[in-house]
């Protein structure tokens, strides 16, 4: 069992920045994909970033690329996803989520933080 908790959610103005933070609890995550995920309102989640732990491996979806970075801290067992230059359309709850890197379904999921970028 992965618990993971997220953190850093709130409330920024377009073009400002935000950090969030997964703390990962439970399990080693070094054989885990860490991923982030978000759900707009009236609309379904979608894939944000992920990271590969073993393989220190970084993916993006086309519309964060250059704005947001995943990264790790080892010793804190933590996942961290730096966003900036939000735009409004960046608005929605943001997910972490875990899955042992030879499956291609995550199976363990945070409750979410809220993000409202306003304009």
């Known amino acids: 069992q992965v618990l993971l908790v997220e953190s850093g959610g709130g409330l920024v103005q377009a073009g400002g920045s935000l950090r969030l933070s997964c703390a990962a609890s439970?399990?080693?995550?070094?054989?885990?994909?860490m991923g982030w995920f978000r759900q707009a309102p009236g609309r379904v989640r979608e894939f944000v970033a992920d990271?590969?732990?073993?393989?220190?491996?970084?993916r993006y979806a086309d519309s964060v690329k250059g704005r947001f970075t995943i990264s790790r801290d080892n010793a804190k067992n933590t996942v961290y996803l730096q966003m900036n230059s939000l735009k409004p359309e960046d608005t929605a709850v943001y997910y972490c989520?875990?899955?042992?890197?030879?499956?291609?379904?995550?199976?363990?999921w945070g409750e979410g933080t809220q993000v409202i970028v306003s304009s």
């Open positions: 990271f590969t732990w073993r393989e220190n491996s970084t």
């Open positions: 989520a875990a899955r042992r890197l030879e499956f291609d379904t995550y199976n363990y």
């Open positions: 439970g399990r080693t995550v070094s054989n885990y994909v």
